[in-house]
């Protein structure tokens, strides 16, 4: 069922029953990146898979990633309506989460980072702004085929290219204003300085060939939380539940459960 929250800013769609559970996306994805998991957690949780500011129905919002991540913050209280919140956040669905639990204590009680971090390396920050210039550049379809490069390890790339299609069409379906503004946000965020501050539980997921927030990042943020650990999944790249939905499944399932 597809509903509306925090007045209307945010869609998101919401299946199955059990404990609350927030599944946000990638930035070069959609929520439909949750597709092969959500049927499987659904069966275990109340799943709600916002559309994050600036994609599907859920218009933007000003303000950077801190603007974003108190939208999503207000769109969770409401799904929730004060029950304890799993929040599970991949890529750049995994930066806001980190912010919005920053910045907002007590809005969920356990974390995944699924392939993302407190901050980039100066080459990971280039790679943003780079982005954002052939965006600004040459539209979406200029940045295209890197982006997918990006989502995906090399040789699962070449063996998948239905699935890859699919992806670069979502993709290109964006916001080009969005993409940029996001790519602004994340080369310059640093998240760093806060991490002590973060008392919850904290599992960091990450594909071993993610060439867009790489193994350093996950092992630095977890570093730098009071209470998190590492779960490396090898062979896999930056978005494991859309490359190995089981392997993705059997590292994040029991500690949600937990």
């Known amino acids: 069922?597809?509903?509306?929250?925090?007045?209307?800013?945010?869609?998101?769609?919401?299946?199955?029953?059990?404990?609350?559970?927030?599944?946000?996306?990638?930035?070069?994805?959609?929520?439909?990146?949750?597709?092969?998991?959500?049927?499987?957690?659904?069966?275990?949780?109340?799943?709600?898979?916002?559309?994050?500011?600036?994609?599907?129905?859920?218009?933007?919002?000003?303000?950077?990633?801190?603007?974003?991540?108190?939208?999503?913050?207000?769109?969770?209280?409401?799904?929730?309506?004060?029950?304890?919140?799993?929040?599970?956040?991949?890529?750049?669905?995994?930066?806001?989460?980190?912010?919005?639990?920053?910045?907002h204590p007590g809005l969920a009680e356990r974390l995944v980072l699924a392939d993302a971090g407190a901050a980039f390396s100066e080459p990971g920050r280039e790679a943003f702004r780079g982005m954002a210039r052939g965006a600004a550049a040459k539209g979406l379809e200029g940045i295209a085929d890197i982006a997918m490069r990006r989502l995906f390890a090399a040789d699962f790339y070449a063996a998948n290219p239905d699935l890859v299609a699919e992806r670069r069409r979502i993709f290109l379906d964006s916001d080009p204003a969005v993409i940029i503004a996001a790519c602004d946000a994340l080369a310059s965020l640093d998240l760093r300085p806060a991490l002590a501050d973060v008392g919850i539980p904290v599992l960091a997921v990450v594909g071993e060939q993610d060439e867009a927030t790489p193994l350093p990042m996950s092992r630095e943020v977890v570093a730098g939380l009071p209470n998190a650990t590492l779960t490396i999944l090898e062979g896999l790249a930056h978005v494991p539940q859309l490359q190995a939905p089981e392997r993705f499944l059997d590292a994040v399932m029991p500690f949600l459960m937990g």
């Not at 209307?8 to 990146?33: I, M, N, Q, W, Y």
């Not at 069966?43 to 303000?63: I, K, N, T, Y």
């Not at 950077?64 to 929040?87: C, E, H, K, S």
């Open 1 to 103: 069922m597809d509903r509306m929250f925090a007045d209307g800013t945010v869609e998101a769609h919401v299946t199955g029953e059990g404990p609350p559970l927030v599944l946000l996306h990638s930035l070069l994805a959609d929520r439909s990146s949750f597709d092969r998991v959500a049927g499987s957690l659904a069966d275990r949780f109340q799943v709600m898979l916002p559309a994050l500011p600036g994609f599907g129905r859920s218009p933007a919002v000003e303000g950077g990633l801190t603007g974003v991540a108190d939208r999503v913050a207000a769109a969770i209280r409401d799904f929730a309506n004060g029950q304890p919140v799993r929040l599970l956040g991949n890529g750049y669905g995994g930066f806001v989460a980190l912010q919005a639990v920053i910045r």
